[in-house]
């Protein structure tokens, strides 16, 4: 009898064969179910009523992220920046929120009896006996999202001198954009309501002496060094009941008064007496204010550039990109301007996407007692 031939199975295509088997029925699975998401974790809900039109198309899965930085422990976290901002000579009574993230939609219209004292003039501010200031009650809260993020602020002046112009401003600028109002406006009652009410800081423009008075006059009511102590003080008292809720004055022109020491140092005790801040509109290099302000205490902001010297589209976008540089070099930059229609165009223009580029629009009361300005 022959040997019985032993019949190989060919257990290596009987494998392959399975393998396709099991691919190809979840590739037709997948095409027919349509569910990405096929083996993982899932719940059944019964729903008391059917939902007509939903097809599983219409149907996602939801991640649900887990916090990165709360897992992290505190030396993993990434270190804060400390603020570039100075002390702020604050008052012991700043009112609650002063400071905020949250939304401001408008700001005060009616003076606030409290920090308002009357005159022979009208209405001037002044500190009341909590120590609470106008610069305390009438501030823009500046939003705190992004502290680390460099700030810019914007104050532009001339508001009120041509009324279609001032509407413009008012309406069209970002609302952490400063205001300044010039005391020889017309309606500027109504224009500092207006303004307040789209939630604009405002900040009231004061004509002091330049090296060529009279032939160059600001306006009446100019702070001349020559004058004494009560017809300045008096002038002044002027100017400032003009109109009510602005948290500081800035100068129209100046120069020689800026650097005269003793009728600078008489003006910004005034304004600290009255719970004001001052602001630099840096006209002229040889101001002295930010040294005579630090030595009375007197809240202080100085200007970094002027945007609109040169009153030309390309020339104010140049500034503008000048001015982002030294905020991303120095943390904060100030910038002060005319409420000129190409002026106010290339501001709303360059505003629209800064957050996005890091860097954040704050009012100028948000500056005060900074690093010095660059000269």
Do not use: C
Not at 331 to 342: D, F, I, N, Q, T
């Amino acid at each position: 009898m022959g040997k019985r031939r032993l019949v190989r199975l060919p257990f290596g295509l009987i494998g392959a064969g399975i393998i396709t088997v099991v691919f190809t029925t979840a590739a037709i699975w997948m095409s027919v179910v349509d569910d990405p998401h096929g083996g993982e974790p899932t719940a059944t809900i019964s729903l008391d009523h059917a939902v007509q039109g939903v097809t599983q198309h219409d149907i996602g899965v939801v991640g649900i992220e887990p916090g990165v930085m709360d897992d992290l422990g505190p030396s993993l976290r990434a270190p804060e920046k400390p603020d570039p901002l100075g002390p702020r000579y604050a008052s012991d009574a700043l009112e609650e929120g002063t400071r905020s993230n949250e939304a401001v939609k408008g700001l005060s219209t009616k003076p606030d009896q409290r920090i308002s004292e009357t005159s022979a003039h009208g209405l001037l501010p002044k500190v009341d006996d909590t120590s609470l200031r106008p610069l305390d009650v009438y501030a823009r809260p500046a939003e705190n999202a992004f502290s680390s993020s460099p700030k810019i602020a914007v104050v532009v002046g001339g508001v009120g001198l041509n009324t279609a112009w001032a509407q413009t401003a008012v309406d069209r600028l970002p609302v952490d954009v400063t205001l300044a109002m010039a005391p020889y406006g017309t309606s500027l009652e109504l224009l500092m309501q207006r303004a307040r009410s789209k939630g604009h800081e405002l900040l009231l423009q004061v004509p002091l002496e330049p090296f060529d008075f009279p032939d160059n006059d600001p306006g009446p009511h100019t702070l001349l060094v020559s004058l004494p102590e009560d017809e300045m003080l008096d002038r002044l008292n002027w100017l400032m009941a003009r109109t009510t809720n602005y948290v500081g004055l800035i100068n129209t022109m100046g120069a020689r008064f800026t650097s005269t020491g003793s009728s600078l140092q008489l003006f910004l005790e005034e304004l600290k007496m009255r719970g004001l801040m001052f602001a630099d509109n840096g006209g002229s290099s040889r101001s002295i204010a930010a040294e005579v302000a630090k030595e009375v205490q007197t809240p202080f902001s100085g200007t970094d550039v002027v945007l609109d010297d040169v009153p030309r589209a390309d020339a104010i976008d140049a500034k503008l990109l000048q001015l982002e540089a030294i905020a991303r070099e120095r943390g904060v930059a100030v910038a002060s301007a005319s409420a000129l229609p190409v002026t106010i165009a290339r501001i709303e223009e360059w505003a629209r996407d800064l957050e996005e580029r890091g860097l954040q629009l704050v009012p100028v009361s948000a500056t005060i007692d900074r690093q010095d300005p660059v000269r």
